[in-house]
Structure formats: C-alpha cells, structure tokens
Nanobody, 129 residues
C-alpha cells in the first residue's frame, strides 16, 4: 500500500524558512512525478510546485516562484519543498501528491489535482506577521 507522509510544518515568522519533506513508501518512487499543494481555511486546494519523475524539470506557481524550491532524493524515496521568505499568505495545510503514471507531463498538466493518484495527509504551515 502506497503512503505519502509529509513533515516539517510548523509556526514561523514572516521572512523565515521551513523545509517540508514528503516520504513515500510502498512502491518505488523514482518514476513518479511529485507535486506540492496547499489549502488555506475556506479556500480551494492550490497548486504550489511540481517536479517531474526524471527530476530534471521543476515548476512553480507564480505566487511562490523565486522563494520556494522543490527537489527529490530518489534514494531516500523523499521529496522536499524548501520555503524561504515566507509570507502570512503562505499559511495553510501543505500536501504532497504523486503521479505514478510515469507519463512525460507537460508543464500545464501539473496544477491539475486529477493528475495525482496518491496524496499525503498534509502538514500545517503557519506564518505569523
């Protein structure tokens, strides 16, 4: 059974940094694309970033570009989201998701929720002003 487990969330002041981790188990991780999403209270789940299964291409939403970095370590079955220069509007529950299809996706595919067939339970990030 596939599991994705996020960790690394917490409370941080504006301007601070956090690194989220997404640990995968149950199947090999190396040919999965991974996305990060977030959801603020009362809002829809929002795309943040994605990395393709080959690890060479990364994509970001405009709201986080230049501040967040997505990466992966296939040997550890783990993906990461390094978040710098955090803002109060970055507050929310952060979810990682995996696309196990091994398709070569176009950049425009990654924000769609239905691309991903596995989801983690989420980790809370709170940025205080």
């Amino acid at each position: 059974q596939v599991q994705l487990v996020e960790s690394g969330g917490g409370l941080v002041q504006a301007g601070g940094s956090l690194r989220l981790s997404c640990a995968a188990s149950g199947r090999t991780f190396s040919n999965w694309a991974v996305g990060w999403f977030r959801q603020a209270p009362g809002k829809e789940r929002e795309y943040v970033a994605a990395i393709d299964w080959r690890g060479g291409a990364t994509y970001y939403s405009d709201s986080v570009k230049g501040r967040f970095t997505i990466s992966r370590d296939n040997a550890k079955n783990t993906a990461y989201l390094q978040m710098n220069s955090l803002k109060p509007e970055d507050t929310g529950v952060y979810y990682c998701a995996a696309d196990s299809s091994a398709y070569v996706r176009a950049q425009g595919d990654f924000p769609a929720l239905n691309v991903y067939d596995y989801w983690g339970q989420g980790t809370q990030v709170t940025v205080s002003s």
